[in-house]
């Protein structure tokens, strides 16, 4: 016999990290968010300054984090060089399957 399970959507809140990506520009933007969804429906109804003009965006990666402070740590390492050349190392069979980014100096 099984039992139902509930679960609790409150101890279930996580913290995302995410990439989106605009093949037609090879453009990159890192960002962060509690609600991922939610949050790519905005960047592609334009209201984000910073992608507004990088039109459509597909979420190529993102990361869940249970602490603000890791998720908003790991968001700012990803705009560090370093952290470009991690995600151009983690996201590299994409880019090449795909043929679709250079990589240098993109809007991270």
Do not use: C, W
């Not at 609600?35 to 003009?53: P, V, W």
């Not at 039109?55 to 998720?71: G, M, Q, V």
Request: overall charge positive; cysteine-free.
């Amino acid at each position: 016999m099984h039992r139902m399970v509930r679960l609790n959507t409150k101890t279930m809140k996580f913290y995302y990290v995410y990439v989106l990506y605009n093949k037609n520009r090879s453009f990159i933007y890192v960002g962060y968010s509690t609600n991922l969804k939610q949050r790519i429906i905005e960047h592609n109804k334009g209201y984000s300054k910073s992608t507004k003009g990088y039109l459509p965006l597909e979420l190529i990666h993102y990361e869940a984090y249970k602490n603000k402070i890791d998720a908003k740590r790991r968001e700012q390492y990803f705009k560090t060089t370093k952290g470009k050349t991690t995600l151009k190392t983690m996201l590299k069979e994409y880019f090449n399957d795909k043929n679709k980014l250079t990589f240098n100096n993109h809007h991270l």
